[in-house]
């Protein structure tokens, strides 16, 4: 076994007001009660979140298991929209640095590791008056074995200990990905998603895939091809190019999806 516990942040702004708590109700909504106060970059992580939440409005399991919860406040994000695919690169690319294991991104937001998922992502925003701030939370699983994810009847479920071995602390976890995150929000500030396009792409799980598309109009399939530079998908169905922005996409071969 592998054991690597650093919990020094090397960044200039990002998480360098870092609170820590032992239990919350979610760090996303911690963050958007209390960030017009608090500055650009502020973290919020919890050891427990006792009504965590997934993208759709879904709940996300959030007991004391062995997983980071993190979110960070992002102030002046001209672009909300890509935010939670900036905060998948950093997540994927700290999530190889430490496993040395390839790392995918499903998209828009979920990582994944040897095809399962490792990690997930919620970006909220909110509106104060005259200021707009953004919640970019992540929930990674980090020391859970095997056996939790078949308890929890979660088949698709992994963790960077279940597929590397690695026992990291959870906060050696979220400072990693904070260090990536930091450039990559500052590249996105000033260039834009188009900047970061590249090594996304090189990240996708999705692009390349015949895929299902699931949105409000219903289900169609056909195959993602690209991404726009502001990182919606490119799919090809019926023959035609349609763009995506919102909905959910399977992966052929991925979740069980056949
Ligand atoms: C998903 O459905 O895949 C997104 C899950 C996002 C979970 C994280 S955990 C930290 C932050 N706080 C929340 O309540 N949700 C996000």
């Keep these: 076994m592998i054991t690597i516990d650093t919990n020094k942040l090397a960044t200039g702004w990002v998480g360098q007001n870092w609170i820590k708590l032992k239990e919350v109700n979610s760090t996303n909504e911690y963050l958007k009660q209390h960030g017009v106060s608090l500055p650009d970059g502020t973290v919020v992580t919890a050891q427990c979140q006792t009504e965590g939440r997934g993208r759709g409005g879904s709940h996300w399991n959030s007991d004391h298991n062995g997983a980071l919860y993190l979110s960070v406040l992002l102030k002046n994000c001209p672009k909300i929209r890509s935010l939670p695919l900036v905060m998948g690169l950093a997540a994927a690319r700290a999530v190889e640095k430490l496993s040395g294991i390839d790392c995918q991104i499903k998209w828009p937001n979920d990582i994944i590791l040897q095809n399962k998922k490792l990690a997930g992502i919620l970006c909220e925003s909110r509106i104060m008056g005259a200021s707009q701030y953004a919640v970019c939370g992540i929930g990674v699983n980090v020391l859970q074995p095997q056996s939790y994810f078949d308890a929890c009847h979660l088949p698709y479920g992994i963790s960077i200990f279940a597929a590397s071995g690695l ?50 109009d219903g289900e169609e399939l056909g195959e993602a091809v690209d991404l726009t530079e502001e990182g919606e998908l490119i799919c090809k169905i019926s023959g035609k190019l349609k763009v995506v922005t919102a909905g959910e996409v399977s992966i052929r071969g991925l979740y069980g999806y056949v």
């Design 167 to 216: 026992d990291c602390s959870v906060l050696t976890v979220g400072t990693k990905i904070l260090e990536e995150l930091e450039p990559l929000i500052e590249l996105y500030r000033t260039q834009g998603f188009v900047a970061l396009k590249q090594d996304y792409r090189l990240h996708s799980a999705t692009v390349g895939k015949q895929i299902r598309l699931i949105t409000a």
